[in-house]
């Protein structure tokens, strides 16, 4: 892994290359509160976005709050989550989560990892989502984009995004944390990307341990390559 000295550096040139939180940057699919966006990571789930967001749209037509989301039956919370998949799974996480959340937070949210991830669906890249987006909370979410930035950088060497967030956590410096999860997934998306990254454009590949100058190479040899 790279050293903390290096770690600063790449998080350096991340902040100079990538537009990090902006202004119009939203929770979890665009929920607007705790309730609604720990909903939607869960629906999330092995889903594409445009399926997630059907999915989100058409439930909380029907219900906004935990007490009326288990008013409803299964087969009308089956139907409207279809669109996502694993719909008889995340009815019974979603009637699991709700129940739970009323009677040990008393229908309200809690604002901690913890507590977040006491609640049954909840694992620690939605934790980590809901404390950043819906509560402000200074934390590095961990998506696939993250994982594999990070892991083929050299931030972190780990095998699931759980332990690669727990790694970020303590190697991160503590300015990084606001923005660090929009830097490294802006930069995975555009540059770092899963088939081709575009390494002769990459602003970190004097860093990355597993990038041309590495391998031994010029960008542009391992771009032609």
């Not at 100079?16 to 929920?31: C, F, L, V, W």
């Not at 607007?32 to 869960?42: H, V």
């Not at 749209?57 to 139907?79: C, G, N, S, V, W």
């Amino acid at each position: 892994m790279l050293n903390a000295d290096q770690v600063e550096q790449v998080y350096r040139k991340l902040a100079d290359a990538m537009p990090g939180r902006t202004r119009n940057a939203k929770g979890p699919k665009g929920q607007p509160d705790a309730f609604r966006s720990c909903i939607s990571c869960m629906l999330s789930a092995q889903s594409l976005d445009r399926n997630t967001a059907a999915a989100t749209k058409a439930l909380f037509k029907l219900a906004r709050t935990p007490e009326a989301m288990l008013a409803l039956e299964d087969d009308a919370i089956r139907e409207a989550i279809k669109p996502c998949g694993l719909y008889n799974n995340k009815t019974k996480n979603i009637r699991k989560f709700c129940t739970a959340l009323i009677e040990e937070h008393g229908g309200v949210v809690p604002d901690t990892r913890e507590g977040l991830m006491s609640l049954p669906g909840i694992g620690r890249k939605c934790a980590d989502i809901v404390m950043s987006f819906t509560f402000g909370q200074d934390t590095i979410a961990v998506d696939t984009h993250v994982h594999r930035v990070c892991n083929r950088i050299g931030l972190t060497k780990a095998r699931t995004a759980d332990k690669t967030a727990q790694q970020l956590e303590e190697r991160s410096p503590q300015w990084a944390m606001r923005d660090g999860h929009f830097w490294l997934i802006q930069f995975g998306k555009k540059v770092c990307r899963a088939r081709i990254p575009k390494c002769d454009i990459c602003v970190v590949s004097d860093l990355c341990e597993t990038g041309p100058i590495a391998r031994g190479q010029s960008a542009g040899e391992a771009d032609a390559g």
